[in-house]
T-cell receptor, first 113, second 116 residues
Framework: AQSVTQLDSQVPVFEEAPVELRCNYS??????LFWYVQYPNQGLQLLLK??????LVESINGFEAEFNKSQTSFHLRKPSVHISDTAEYFC???????????FGKGTMLLVSP | EAEVAQSPRYKITEKSQAVAFWCDPI?????LYWYRQILGQGPELLVQ????????DSQLPKDRFSAERLKGVDSTLKIQPAELGDSAMYLC??????????????FGQGTRLTVV
């Protein structure tokens, strides 16, 4: 079985500051890794994913995440956040050979002016 | 732009009543998922369909929950009877053929259920 730990339930940050949302996973098999974003009362939107290849993956809106196999981590970073980035962020894993996602409990990113 | 449609968006029901949610996946998507998201938690899989067949319903409380996808297209999730602890967001997602390389799961906007 797989599990995901998001260490921070809430991360407050000022606009234009950098941010890191932490994610650690546990699995006995190879995994694929995902970050989803959820705005209030909305469904989840895929932000970025690691499937194979380069361990650094980027989204179109400036987020990036790095897969670290030795640390079993997939932390999400952004060098400069905007007010519009305020949302809940979920890290998820999928075991190789399977097709279901296991989610962490989420991290609420609160960006203030 | 194609999207996963869910209805209703919000539902308030009394405990012990029956309630149903509907999901229409993106056209051509063979895999359909129902997730439950309790406030402050991440989504948890309830059931996964591949076409009309159930692939995984190990976390579905079968004494009160049922799900069907009769023609392999849209799906209905039912709760009977509803309990206070069922208050949550119910999310439907679909993907072309499971969440594999170069495919992803697309989520609907969810149904917010409140049991009173």
């Amino acid at each position: 079985a797989q599990s995901v730990t998001q260490l921070d339930s809430q991360v407050p940050v000022f606009e234009e500051a950098p941010v890191e949302l932490r994610c650690n996973y546990s699995s006995s098999v190879s995994v694929y890794l995902f970050w989803y974003v959820q705005y209030p009362n909305q469904g989840l939107q895929l932000l970025l994913k690691y499937l194979s290849g380069s361990t650094l993956v980027e989204s179109i809106n400036g987020f990036e995440a790095e897969f670290n196999k030795s640390q079993t981590s997939f932390h999400l970073r952004k060098p400069s956040v905007h007010i519009s980035d305020t949302a809940e962020y979920f890290c998820a894993v999928m075991a190789s050979g399977y097709s279901t996602l296991t989610f962490g409990k989420g991290t609420m990113l609160l960006v203030s002016p | 732009e194609a999207e996963v449609a869910q209805s209703p968006r919000y539902k308030i029901t009394e405990k012990s009543q029956a309630v149903a949610f509907w999901c229409d996946p993106i056209s051509g998507h063979a895999t359909l998922y129902w997730y439950r998201q309790i406030l402050g938690q991440g989504p948890e899989l309830l059931v996964q369909f591949q076409d009309e067949s159930v692939v995984d319903d190990s976390q579905l409380p079968k004494d009160r929950f049922s799900a069907e996808r009769l023609k392999g297209v849209d799906s209905t999730l039912k709760i009977q009877p509803a309990e206070l602890g069922d208050s949550a967001m119910y999310l439907c997602a679909s993907s072309f053929l499971g969440v594999r390389l170069n495919t992803e799961a697309f989520f609907g906007q969810g149904t917010r259920l409140t049991v009173v």
